[in-house]
T-cell receptor
Framework: AQSVTQPDIHITVSEGASLELRCNYSYGATPYLFWYVQSPGQGLQLLLKYFSGDTLVQGIKGFEAEFKRSQSSFNLRKPSVHWSDAAEYFCAVGASGEYGNKLVFGAGTILRVKS | GAGVSQSPRYKVAKRGQDVALRCDPISGHVSLFWYQQALGQGPEFLTYFQNEAQLDKSGLPSDRFFAERPEGSVSTLKIQRTQQEDSAVYLC??????????FGQGTRLTVV
């Protein structure tokens, strides 16, 4: 079965510092991978996705993520965090075909930004 | 519409009451999903439609949960005889290219 692990429940970084949020997945085929962000009381906004090709993908708001098949990881990075980045971040693996058609999410990482 | 629209945004139900949650997907999106997000958790899959056909309902937690999409556009998630454990945010998502999905803002259901 598909699963996603986000090892860090909370992360606090200073404004302007770099950020890396960790994500590990388990999936029986080539994965489709996503990062979503959720602000309080809001739905999920797609930050970026990996389907195939270049393993370093760029997203919105200056975020990027790198797919490492050997480590089953898809970590999210940002070189300089802004106070408005404070939110909860979810990594997800997308199943398709015989694995069903759905997203399987991790438990999320809450990002706090201190000034 | 420009995005996935859900209504109501907030719903308070007395235990045992029936509720209906509405989802209006992005125009032209064939696929529609419902997810349940408990407090402090990631969203969990409930059910999936392709047009009007419900192809996967493996995530529905009990037979009190029922979803429909009769004309292949708007969908309704119905919960009968609500229980406290049904309190959660219910997220609807639609998709043109599986498995990527775009989410609505959710309906927060509180059962008292």
């Amino acid at each position: 079965a598909q699963s996603v692990t986000q090892p860090d429940i909370h992360i606090t970084v200073s404004e302007g510092a770099s950020l890396e949020l960790r994500c590990n997945y388990s999936y029986g085929a080539t994965p489709y991978l996503f990062w979503y962000v959720q602000s309080p009381g809001q739905g999920l906004q797609l930050l970026l996705k990996y389907f195939s090709g270049d393993t370093l993908v760029q997203g919105i708001k200056g975020f990027e993520a790198e797919f490492k098949r050997s480590q089953s990881s898809f970590n999210l990075r940002k070189p300089s965090v802004h106070w408005s980045d404070a939110a909860e971040y979810f990594c997800a693996v997308g199943a398709s075909g015989e694995y069903g058609n759905k997203l399987v999410f991790g438990a999320g990482t809450i990002l706090r930004v201190k000034s | 519409g420009a995005g996935v629209s859900q209504s109501p945004r907030y719903k308070v139900a007395k235990r045992g009451q029936d509720v209906a949650l509405r989802c209006d997907p992005i125009s032209g999106h064939v696929s529609l999903f419902w997810y349940q997000q408990a407090l402090g958790q990631g969203p969990e899959f409930l059910t999936y439609f392709q047009n009007e056909a419900q192809l996967d309902k493996s995530g529905l937690p009990s037979d009190r949960f029922f979803a429909e999409r009769p004309e292949g556009s708007v969908s309704t998630l119905k919960i009968q005889r609500t229980q406290q454990e049904d309190s959660a945010v219910y997220l609807c998502a639609s998709s043109l290219v599986l498995p990527m999905a775009f989410f609505g803002q959710g309906t927060r259901l509180t059962v008292v």
